[in-house]
């Protein structure tokens, strides 16, 4: 009874977490920029991937491999937002312009930067 139980966690944290690796790939496709487009990336992958990643040590009912898969999430949780965050400022600073759309940016482009 108990290992059902598991196993129904197990799915259902998987399917939570194909959701949102399937909106991460849907906002990699859909939205406008590079910025808007590294986001979704980062964040909903990041999420998506951790959740998988964490239904698979789970599912193993072995200690040692769900301390490798939580030690895995860790490093998808802190590795993943901190280099888009710079992926993005590089990006940035190589002249990459921000779509019509979004409302703001508050980086100085590399003129404004020069003349402060």
């Known amino acids: 009874m108990a290992l059902q139980i598991i196993a129904y966690v197990v799915a259902l944290i998987m399917v939570v977490g194909a959701c949102f690796s399937l909106l991460a790939a849907v906002g990699l496709v859909r939205f406008p920029d590079l910025y808007t487009r590294m986001h979704a990336a980062s964040k909903a992958g990041t999420v998506g991937s951790g959740l998988l990643l964490f239904a698979a040590g789970l599912h193993s009912l072995d200690a040692a491999v769900f301390v490798r898969a939580l030690a895995g999430f860790v490093f998808f949780v802190l590795t993943a937002p901190i280099s888009a965050h710079l992926l993005a400022k590089a990006a940035h600073q190589a002249g990459y312009r ?8 508050q980086l100085p ?8």
């Open 109 to 116: 482009h590399k003129e404004e930067a020069r003349r402060h």
């Open 98 to 105: 921000m779509s019509k759309r979004s409302v703001i940016d």
